[in-house]
């Protein structure tokens, strides 16, 4: 224990309140801490909403996420485009108006520092990165792009997500706007109106389901979230749930699979990397990048499926006989399927489908072998 905390002046730090804090408690959420923000990690249960988003359509409050939007400062002349390459390995000349794009954020040694979706505007780019690392990237990418261009922190912004099968239904009924909802595609976003609230929607999500992501002011993150949960489809869902789901799509979470240890060939997120930059290089840790898909890494991100029904946990070792070859970063059971699944980072001559490995958990050794992820096929619109 440090002197600071036995300091008697000091108030502890109190976790700063998303829009939709009240509205969940009423709702009759258990609020966790989460990212620095207390949030729903449930409301009847995880099982329960896993399984309503499965079938139907499911809101989660996702507002803790940072939404940032770069352009250039007021009367500079920069190429905004290239600047962001220089500090991302994304292509943007293939990133047409309104498309969404997945990447990262690497450090100079290729570490992954976060992953992110990147949007093309008119003016300029619209991100979104991870709550839990939003203010380091924000000092990260004011290190890599020049001070010509903007980072606009879009604090006050609420983001909501939609997902699943019905979704679409749901959320058509209220979204106004030039481009009909339903002939928006996976990773396409347009502007909307929703109750007469300005709204940027995506088809994009984190469950693997079919859904939206939709970015709106926080003043009417309430209204918003009542009129969606106005209709029959709609129920609000917790981080529960939400992790569960992201865990049977086969999708990393920052800081358990995905850490700056890794890089982009070993955590299986090349697809962050676009082909063209995978060559031409010209973004912090390329030289690794490259020599990865050359030479290939030590260890590779894989799927596990579990006999029994005991769940391995982060930090599981992954055995191979009596040789340890890897170690669980996240597990489960996965209601959709009926037995514990995982990803773990494991011995690249090991993770070939099919081969039979042993995860020590509590003293007992679980079987398990490798499998293709996504665990449950995405349903995306493409």
Known sequence: MSDFENDPDLEPIEPAILPLDAWHRGKGARMVEFAGYPMPIQYEGILAEHLWTRESAGLFDVSHMGQLYIAPAEGAEIDVEAALEAALPIDL?????????????????????????????NSGFYLVVNGATKWDDIGTLREYLPDEVNINHLDDNALLALQGPKAVDALARHAKGETPLTELKFMKGAAYTLGGVEAWISRSGYTGEDGFEIAIPGEDAAKVADLLCGEPEVKPIGLGARDSLRLEAGL?????????????????????????????????????????????????????????????????????GDNEVGIVTSGGFAPTLQHPIAMAYVDTALTANGTALQIEMRGKRLDARVVAMPFVPNRYVR
């Open 93 to 121: 000349a293939t990133l047409k108006t309104g498309s969404v794009r997945y990447s990262l954020l690497l450090d100079e040694e290729g570490g992954i520092l976060d992953d992110l979706m990147v949007t093309r505007w």
């Open 252 to 320: 990393p979470l920052y800081g358990h699979d995905m850490t700056p240890e890794q890089g982009a060939v070993e955590a299986g997120l090349i697809f962050g990397v676009n082909k063209r930059r995978r060559s031409e290089g010209g973004f912090p840790g390329a030289a690794r990048v490259q020599k990865d898909l050359a030479e290939g890494t030590q260890r590779l991100r894989i799927g596990l499926a579990l006999e029994g029904r005991m769940a391995a946990r982060e930090g599981a070792k992954v055995m191979s």
